[in-house]
C-alpha cells in the first residue's frame, strides 16, 4: 500500500514543479505572434497555430494534475466559465450537424480555427485563470506580451524602411502576414500599455511609452484601418467613461453621462443608416468599404437564412459562399472568400443565431463582472474601464477583418484575467480549510493510475494533434521540392499523416502538379507524370464525393 502512495517530499515538490511548468509555458506562448517558417505551408499560420497549441497541451495537463490534486487550482464557475462553456458546445453542435464535420474540426493551415483550436484556446484560459490570481502575476504577464509585441513592431517598422528582417513578408504586417491581423494584435497590447501608464506604478514607462509610440507607427504604416479606428474610437470611449465615473464635481459627471447617452444614440443610429441604402452614412460607408466585401455580407445573409439555427458548421463558410455566390464579384475584386470579414455575419452562417447570441453573452458576462466589481467598490476605474473599452474596441474593428491564432490568444489572455483575477477574490477561510484537506484528498486518489492515464493521454493528443499536423504542414511543401519520381509518395505520406487541411492541400497538390509538369514536360518520364497526374485527379474526386 505504501509503494502505492507519493512520499511527503514529492508532494511538497509536486505543485511547485507543475506550476513551474505551466508559469513558463504560458510565458512562451506569448510569443507566439513572432513564429514563422517557410518550411512550412501557410508559413504565418500553420507554424504559430501549432507551437500554441502544443505549448497550450504540456501546460493544460501540468495543470490538470494540479486541478485534481489541489482545490486552490481549480477553475472559478463565474459568468464567463459558463458563457465560453455555452459558446463552445453550440460550436460542436453546429459543427456535428453542419455540413462537414472533418473541416469544422481540423481546419486548414490557412486558417487554423476550427474546433480543435477552440477546444486549445478554452484550456488556455482554464490555465491562466485557474492558477495566476496575483496582481504581480498578472503584471508579469503582461509585460511579456508588451514585449513581444515591442519587438513586432519593430520587425514591421524595419520591414517598411527597407530591411528584410523576414523574408516572407513582402512589407505585408511582417510576422503576422496581414496588416489586419497586426493591428488586431497590437490593439490588444496598446491597451495594455495603456493601463499602466495610467496606473502609474510601473517601473517601466520609458519602455512602455518607446513601445506604445512604435505599436501606433505599426499600426498606422501598415495601413491597419480598422485597428486605427478602433483605437482612435477606444480613447474617446474612455475619456468619456472617466467623466461618467471619477471627477468629484456632480456637473462633469453628468456631462460625461450625457455624451456616453449622445454617443450610444449616435452609434446605434449610424449602424441603422449603414444599412439602409438612399442616405449618405450609408454612401460613405460604402466608400471606406470595398464593394466585394459588401457583397460577399450579403453572401453570408443569405447563408444564414438558409440555416439559421446552427449555421453551416464552423470553418464551412467557404462552402455557403459557392451555394450563395454571386457573379457581381467578378467586377468588384476579390472571387473568393472563405470569411465574410465581419464577425457578426461570419458567425451568423457558421453558427447560426443561436452561436451569435453565446458569442455576445461572453461580452456581455465580462462587462457585467467589471462593472459589478466597480461599483461595489472592489476594484479601480482603470481596471474597469480599460478591459471594457479593450473588448469594446476589438469587437468594433471585427466588424470589417476576422481573427487569427494571435488576436484569439490575447483575446483569451484578457477573459482568463478578468476571470481569476478581477472576479477571483480569495477567501481565507475557504482557502485555509482547503489547504487543511490537501493531504486527505491526496491519499483518497488512486495517484499513480491516474497520473499513468494523463500521461497517456498526453500522449496520444500531442501526437495526433501536434506532431501529425506539423508533418502534414511540413511535408506540404516539402513535396515540390523533391524529385519527380518520389513527388507522389510524399503527396500520399502529407494526405495520410494528419487530416487537418485536407481538402485544400489536394487542391494544391494538383495545381502545383500541373504548374511542375507543365515546365518539365520533356524531362519527366510519360510513366511518372501519368501516376501523378491519375494520383490529383483521384483526390480530387475524394473531395468532391465528402464535401
Same mark, same amino acid.
Given at each position: ?214 505599436? #501606433? ?14 483605437? #482612435? ?266 487530416? #487537418? ?47
Amino acid at each position: 500500500m505504501n509503494e502505492n502512495r507519493l512520499t511527503e517530499k514529492q508532494l511538497a515538490g509536486l505543485p511547485n514543479l507543475l506550476t513551474r511548468i505551466v508559469r513558463y509555458g504560458v510565458y512562451f506562448v506569448l510569443f507566439t505572434p513572432l513564429i514563422v517558417s517557410s518550411k512550412f505551408y501557410f508559413p504565418f499560420v500553420g507554424p504559430k497555430s501549432i507551437y500554441f497549441m502544443a505549448l497550450v497541451e504540456i501546460v493544460f495537463f501540468a495543470w490538470l494534475i494540479l486541478a485534481i490534486f489541489y482545490k486552490e487550482y481549480r477553475p472559478r464557475k463565474n459568468l464567463i466559465f459558463l458563457a465560453l462553456i455555452l459558446f463552445l458546445a453550440i460550436l460542436a453542435i453546429s459543427s456535428v450537424l453542419g455540413v462537414n464535420p472533418s473541416n469544422s474540426f481540423w481546419s486548414k493551415f490557412e486558417r487554423m480555427t476550427g474546433l480543435l483550436m477552440w477546444f486549445h484556446l478554452f484550456a488556455f484560459f482554464l490555465v491562466t485563470s485557474s492558477v495566476f490570481r496575483k496582481k504581480d502575476d498578472w503584471y508579469k504577464i503582461f509585460n511579456i506580451s508588451i514585449f513581444a509585441g515591442f519587438l513586432v513592431s519593430i520587425f514591421s517598422l524595419l520591414d517598411k524602411a527597407g530591411v528584410r528582417t523576414f523574408h516572407l513578408s513582402d512589407g505585408f504586417g511582417t510576422t503576422l502576414g496581414n496588416s489586419s491581423f497586426l493591428g488586431t494584435y497590437l490593439l490588444f497590447n496598446i491597451f495594455l500599455i495603456i493601463y499602466f501608464l495610467l496606473e502609474g506604478k510601473s517601473k517601466l514607462k520609458l519602455f512602455l511609452v518607446i513601445a506604445l509610440v512604435l505599436m #501606433v507607427l505599426a499600426i498606422f504604416f501598415e495601413g491597419a484601418r480598422a485597428a486605427t479606428i478602433s483605437l #482612435v474610437g477606444g480613447m474617446g470611449l474612455l475619456a468619456v467613461l472617466y467623466f461618467c465615473f471619477v471627477p468629484q464635481e456632480k456637473w462633469l459627471r453628468l456631462l460625461g453621462k450625457i455624451a456616453l447617452l449622445v454617443s450610444l444614440v449616435i452609434f446605434l443610429v449610424g449602424i441603422f443608416f449603414i444599412f439602409q441604402k438612399g442616405n449618405i452614412i450609408h454612401e460613405k460607408f460604402a466608400e471606406m468599404i470595398s464593394q466585394d466585401r459588401q457583397i460577399v455580407w450579403q453572401i453570408a445573409w443569405q447563408g444564414f437564412k438558409e440555416k439559421p439555427l446552427f449555421g453551416w458548421g464552423q470553418e464551412n463558410f467557404e462552402l455557403a459562399f459557392n451555394q450563395h455566390f454571386n457573379p457581381g464579384l467578378f467586377t468588384a475584386g476579390d472571387i473568393w472568400f472563405d470569411r465574410a470579414h465581419n464577425v457578426v455575419y461570419d458567425i451568423l452562417a457558421a453558427n447560426g443565431i443561436l452561436g451569435l447570441l453565446a458569442y455576445l453573452g461572453i461580452f456581455i458576462s465580462v462587462f457585467y463582472i467589471l462593472w459589478k466589481k466597480y461599483l461595489s467598490g472592489k476594484v479601480n476605474f482603470w481596471l474597469t474601464a480599460i478591459p471594457s473599452v479593450l473588448l469594446v474596441a476589438y469587437f468594433v474593428q471585427n466588424l470589417t477583418v476576422f481573427d487569427m491564432v494571435s488576436s484569439y490568444l490575447m483575446f483569451f489572455l484578457i477573459l482568463g484575467f478578468i476571470s481569476g483575477f478581477v472576479d477571483g477574490e480569495k477567501n481565507e477561510e475557504k482557502e485555509d480549510e482547503s489547504k487543511s484537506t490537501r493531504t486527505e484528498e491526496r491519499e483518497d486518489l488512486p495517484k499513480k493510475t491516474l497520473a499513468i492515464i494523463l500521461a497517456l493521454v498526453f500522449l496520444v493528443t500531442f501526437f495526433e494533434f501536434i506532431i501529425q499536423p506539423a508533418r502534414t504542414d511540413y511535408l506540404a511543401i516539402k513535396a515540390l521540392r523533391v524529385p519527380h519520381q518520389e513527388r507522389v509518395k510524399i503527396y500520399r505520406e502529407t494526405l495520410n499523416t494528419s487530416p #487537418v487541411g485536407k481538402y485544400q492541400i489536394r487542391e494544391f497538390f494538383a495545381d502545383q502538379s500541373q504548374v511542375i509538369i507543365g515546365a518539365n514536360i520533356d524531362k519527366i518520364p510519360k510513366e511518372t507524370t501519368k501516376e501523378e497526374l491519375d494520383f490529383v485527379v483521384s483526390e480530387l474526386e475524394k473531395t468532391e464525393k465528402e464535401v
